[in-house]
């Protein structure tokens, strides 16, 4: 899937004679107040310090990606290109940069995370967004997004799978959370999938690709969604 992902991009770069350029990328992880605002929930991955956002400045433009592997990197866009995808700190600062080049390329939009009190408001529309367009499918959620598991848990029957050993095992919103073993066993049983766009970093996006309707949530999945063209869903994005 990276080098799908690379080609597209290092496409973009010789269009432009990006490549002759001493162009500067740089990823830095921001503090939760930066990247999500004061929400009145304190349950949230990132005020967790489980997972950060790394930002990626592009000509004006920023792009976010959540990783677990967070820390600063400084180096030119053929630097990115050139690197072997072998972690989720690597793949991070690819897919922030990603998704900041194609912003300021004006191909896509909502890459930089939204803040206070909008992961609620979203919740609320993905709702209806599924209803309207799907029915009343049985919903794997991958990654425990809360305010989407909460409004999902009271709406359809849900399933939820998410990497954090401390959710594993407990009961949310009177769902189970799974480990990601209980994965395969919970895409055959949904109708639809709702995944985070985490799954770009960790190297696990491709394993929801092309067996059952989904949609990647979230502004870590803008460009890789783009380029796959893949169903995403992040309405508040800026």
């Avoid at 400045?57 to 967070?70: K, P």
């Avoid at 400084?74 to 050139?82: A, H, P």
């Avoid at 209803?131 to 009271?154: C, D, K, Y």
């Avoid at 954090?164 to 189970?176: H, L, S």
Wanted: hydrophobic letters at 40%.
């Amino acid at each position: 899937m990276y080098e799908i992902l690379k080609e597209k991009l290092r496409t973009f770069v010789n269009e432009h004679n990006w490549s002759a350029e001493e162009i500067t990328v740089t990823a830095q992880t921001l503090s939760p107040e930066e990247a999500i605002g004061n929400p009145e929930e304190d349950d949230y991955p990132i005020l967790k310090g489980r997972e950060q956002i790394m930002e990626a400045r592009f000509r004006g433009a920023r792009g976010h990606a959540f990783t677990d592997m967070f820390g600063n990197y400084r180096g030119t866009i053929n630097e990115i290109l050139g690197m072997e995808m072998k972690n989720n700190f690597r793949r991070a600062v690819f897919v922030a940069t990603l998704n900041a080049v194609l912003r300021h390329l004006g191909m896509v939009e909502g890459t930089v995370h939204c803040k206070d009190r909008a992961p609620q408001e979203c919740s609320k529309i993905l709702v209806e967004k599924i209803r309207s367009e799907f029915g009343n499918p049985r919903i794997f959620l991958v990654g425990f997004q809360p305010r989407m598991a909460e409004a999902l848990a009271q709406r359809f029957l849900l399933r939820i799978t998410d990497l954090d050993e401390t959710n594993i095992g407990t009961q949310k919103f009177g769902v189970n959370i799974q480990p990601p073993g209980e994965v395969q066993q919970n895409i055959e049983w949904c109708d639809l999938m709702v995944v985070t766009g985490s799954t770009a970093v960790n190297n696990t996006m491709q394993e929801f690709i092309g067996k059952k309707p989904v949609l990647f949530y979230g502004v870590t999945v803008a460009g890789p969604a783009y380029l796959l063209g893949s169903n995403r869903f992040c309405p508040f994005g800026s």
